[in-house]
């Protein structure tokens, strides 16, 4: 049974930067598309990054220049390196891995991926 475990949220000022990490277990393939989304109360999932397991990787427009997604050699553990971070980031942030490559479904827009973590929760005070 594939898992998803994040690691790393909390709470920080505006400004700061927080790292997160998501480590998958039960699967040891690597994963050929991986990703953020986040969710923040009331609103729906927004897409916040993705990978694709060959260096391709898809910002939304909101955190381009401030995110960005790695992933390591094996592609079973993707990160997310959160700067400037502001009030409007505060979210529940999810990582999400699919075996195949990302597009059609496998977007930030649609987000169709195959595993997802239980999601941790970003904090951001002003």
């Known amino acids: 049974q594939v898992q998803l475990a994040e690691s790393g949220g909390g709470s920080v000022e505006s400004g700061g930067s927080l790292r997160l990490s998501c480590t998958a277990s039960?699967?040891?393939?690597?994963?050929?598309?991986l990703g953020w989304f986040r969710q923040a109360p009331g609103k729906e999932r927004e897409g916040v990054a993705l990978a694709d397991g060959y260096g391709t990787t898809n910002y939304a427009n909101s955190v381009k220049g401030r995110f960005t997604i790695s992933h390591d050699n094996t592609k079973t553990t993707v990160y997310l390196q959160m700067n400037s971070l502001k009030p409007e980031d505060t979210a529940m942030y999810y990582c999400a891995a699919d075996p195949r490559r990302c597009g059609g479904d496998r977007s930030l827009v649609r987000g169709g991926m195959k595993y997802w973590g239980n999601g941790i929760q970003v904090t951001i005070s002003s």
């Open positions: 039960g699967y040891t393939a690597g994963f050929y598309c």
